[in-house]
Structures are given as C-alpha cells and as structure tokens.
C-alpha cells in the first residue's frame, strides 16, 4: 500500500482512475446477460490466473488489481498476447477500488491467490481478510456470489477461516475452484489450503 500511496497520494486522483477504468472499459460492456459475471481478482500479480481464467470464460468480464505497476504491466502484455478481451487490469488498492465502483455493478466471482500474509501479529490488521473487508465486500456482490481464497500460510488459513466463520455477511462453502491454473505464486509454494464462501 505504501508504494501505492506514493504514486497516487492524492485520494480523489485514485477515485477518478476507478471511476474513469469503469466508465470507459466496464460500464459499456455490461448487459442484461452479464451483468451478474463480472468476477474479480485481488492481488492478481503477473495475471497468470486470470489470464487462462478469461480464455477459458468469454462470456465474463474479468477484472485484475494489483498495488504493484510491474505486475499489472506484465498481466496487461499477456492479456494482449493471448486476445483476451473480456479481461481488463488496473492498478487498485483492494477496498478503494471496491467502494469507488459504480454501485450498480456487482461482482460476481472474487477470487485471492496467495495474499500477503503479514505474519507479525502487530501486521495482522493489514490483512486483507478482515470483517470490515467481508462486509463492504457483501455491499458489491449478489445473492450468488463466492469468495475463493487459497494461501501456502497455514496460520493465514486458519484465520480466514475463523473471519468467515464469525461474519454476518459470509458462509463457509464447499464450492469447486472454477479453474485450477497455477498463479505466479503457486508455482514456487505447492502446499497450499483453499476456501470458498458464499453470502449468507
Ligand atoms: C504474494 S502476491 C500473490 C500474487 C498472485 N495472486 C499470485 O498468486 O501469484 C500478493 C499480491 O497482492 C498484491 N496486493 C497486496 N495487497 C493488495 C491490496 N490491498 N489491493 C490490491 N492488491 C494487493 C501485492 O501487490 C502482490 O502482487
């Protein structure tokens, strides 16, 4: 987030890259018929993921956000490489880029590879799964929606788990992964634990 921060400081110049990354790419691609599959990935690094998840969706709109310019800049080639059209990216705080969306559209599929586990007990409010993040994420999805987690952090796993388990907003659910494909990270930490949860 820091490094983030420092290339946008300003929060209305974050608001307005949101807002013109929906206006001009998303809102005029939605229609009756996919309106509810927009899915999404957070931290979607080198887009490997998303990237064969969109080849193999056309009927989506798939999202991609990263904090890091890097990532989103190699994501962005490989989308243009393999034509994959129906998959946009945009470097994008998680939350912000959540609330900042037009309110009419809702996510569909939300899906997080390999977050940061920030493992010092003091970091944990830094995580991204987090009560607060489950009940703005339930203001942007719809009744159908899940959540898809996966993380090689077991202690990160167990609290995800128990985040759920408390919330008012989400279920844990046994839902298969819509694709299994190795994300960046997935290739260097083959043990690994998943989730999936549904709204209640
Ligand atoms: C460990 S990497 C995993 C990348 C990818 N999901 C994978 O499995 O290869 C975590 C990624 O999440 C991004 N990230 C961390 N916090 C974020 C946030 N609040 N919003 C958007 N991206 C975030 C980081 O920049 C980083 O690229």
């Known amino acids: 987030m820091d490094y983030f921060l420092k290339t946008f400081s300003l929060q209305k110049e ?5 807002k013109e990354f ?18 999404l990935e957070i931290g979607c690094g080198h887009g490997h993921w998303i990237n064969e998840y969109a080849q193999q969706n056309k009927t989506k709109i798939c999202i991609g956000i990263d ?9 962005t080639l490989k ?3 393999a034509k994959n059209t129906n998959l946009f990216f945009l470097k994008a705080e998680a939350c912000e880029f959540i609330n900042y969306k037009p309110k009419e559209l809702v996510f569909n599929n939300v ?22 993040f489950l009940k703005l994420l339930k203001l942007h999805t719809h009744s159908k929606s ?3 987690f996966r993380t090689d952090h077991d202690e990160y796993f167990e609290w995800t788990k128990t985040q759920i388990h408390n919330s ?22 083959p043990n690994f634990s998943s989730l999936s949860a549904n709204l209640l």
């Open 14 to 18: 974050r608001e307005g890259r949101v």
């Open 22 to 39: 929906f206006s001009k790419q998303i809102t005029p691609l939605v229609n009756a018929a996919n309106k509810h599959a927009i899915d």
């Open 67 to 75: 904090l890091i310019s890097k990532r989103i800049a190699k994501a």
């Open 79 to 81: 989308k243009e490489n």
């Open 111 to 132: 899906f997080v590879f390999f977050p940061d586990p920030w493992p010092k007990k003091k970091h944990h409010k830094r995580r991204l799964i987090q009560d607060s």
């Open 146 to 148: 899940r959540l898809f």
């Open 168 to 189: 008012d907003s989400w279920e844990l659910s046994n839902h298969d992964w819509p694709l299994e494909h190795s994300s960046y990270f997935q290739e260097l930490l």
